[in-house]
């Protein structure tokens, strides 16, 4: 699977359960797909290089949204 059809996947999960797909969702959702990351913090550095207005907490809360639609384990770092 590509990363492109990844991405598509996991939007099309959130827009199912209800959730609006933003500019800064999108970014963070290719972002994570697309690299390894060690922290959320460093999802926020990369974020910001893109788009100034990403904010820490909107990072932790689409990483925690995605660990709990079991779609990467904190554990193994953002990992699909």
Do not use: P, W
């Not at 909107?58 to 079991?70: A, G």
């Amino acid at each position: 699977m590509s990363q492109e059809e990844k991405t598509t996947a996991v939007i099309r999960q959130l827009k199912g359960n209800g959730y609006r797909i933003t500019e800064q969702r999108r970014l963070l959702i290719q972002l994570i797909l697309e690299n390894e990351y060690s922290s959320c913090k460093e999802i926020y550095f990369a974020a910001r290089e893109k788009n100034h207005n990403v904010g820490l907490a909107t990072v932790y809360r689409m990483v925690q949204l995605l660990e709990d639609m079991e779609l990467i384990h904190k554990e193994m770092v953002v990992r699909l």
